[in-house]
């Protein structure tokens, strides 16, 4: 936990903080992911567009961002 803790601090945006109880509900039930990061996109009426495991890479991220808001 304090190795993670001191590797956020070098990395921007936000973070949360789950409870396994919260984790646990959001991999299975929304992601249906076992791994971190996961990046999942929502359309403006809340349906999930884009789900990945691991990072995409940021012109993929771009790319399927720039979808969701056309």
């Not at 509900?25 to 929502?42: A, C, E, L």
């Not at 403006?44 to 495991?53: L, W």
């Amino acid at each position: 936990l304090a190795t993670w803790q001191e590797m956020l601090k070098t990395i921007p945006g936000n973070h949360y903080y789950l409870t396994e109880k919260q984790y646990n509900y959001i991999m299975d039930n929304i992601f249906h992911s076992n791994g971190i990061p996961t990046y999942g996109i929502y359309d403006r009426q809340g349906t999930q567009t884009f789900t990945h495991t691991g990072y995409p890479g940021k012109d993929v991220l771009k790319e399927k961002l720039l979808e969701v808001v056309k």
